[in-house]
Nanobody, 129 residues
Framework: QLQLVESGGGLVQPGGSLRLSCGAS????????ISWFRQAPGKEREGVSC???????????NYADSVKGRFSISRDNARNMVYLEMSSLKPEDTAVYYC???????????????????WGKGTLVTVSS
C-alpha cells in the first residue's frame, strides 16, 4: 500500500520544540520532492516547507516566511523518512500538519507546494500554555 504516515504531533507550550516525522511505505521517497503543509482551524491549507529530490544547494529547500528560522526540514532516504524540526513554537503554529510527496526527475527540479502525488493523513500540533 502506497502511503505516507505522519507522527510526532502533540501539545507543546509556546516557545517549545517538536519534531514531526513522516514515513513512506510502498514507494521510494528518494525519488520524490517532499513537502510539509499545515491547516489551522477555519483556515486554508498552507505550505510550510519543502525539499527537492536532490540537494543542489540554494533553493533546494524552501520555507514559508512565517516559519523561517524556526523550522527545519530534513530527509533520511535510507530510512524512507522525512522530518520537520519545529522550535520557538507559537500558538499560531497550531494546526494539523501533513507531509506530501511529488515525483520529480530532473536534478534541478525544485520542490513545490502543488500537484502532490501522495499525502499523509496528518498529525495535530497544538501550541498552548
Amino acid at each position: 500500500q502506497l502511503q505516507l504516515v505522519e507522527s510526532g504531533g502533540g501539545l507543546v507550550q509556546p516557545g517549545g520544540s517538536l519534531r514531526l516525522s513522516c514515513g513512506a511505505s510502498g514507494f521510494n521517497l528518494a525519488d520524490y520532492a517532499i513537502s510539509w503543509f499545515r491547516q489551522a482551524p477555519g483556515k486554508e491549507r498552507e505550505g510550510v516547507s519543502c525539499m527537492s529530490r536532490y540537494d543542489y544547494g540554494t533553493g533546494s529547500t524552501n520555507y514559508a516566511d512565517s516559519v523561517k528560522g524556526r523550522f527545519s526540514i530534513s530527509r533520511d532516504n535510507a530510512r524512507n523518512m522525512v522530518y520537520l524540526e519545529m522550535s520557538s513554537l507559537k500558538p499560531e503554529d497550531t494546526a494539523v500538519y501533513y507531509c506530501a510527496a511529488r515525483r520529480t526527475h530532473g536534478y534541478y527540479d525544485p520542490c513545490v507546494w502543488y500537484d502532490m502525488d501522495y499525502w499523509g493523513k496528518g498529525t495535530l500540533v497544538t501550541v498552548s500554555s
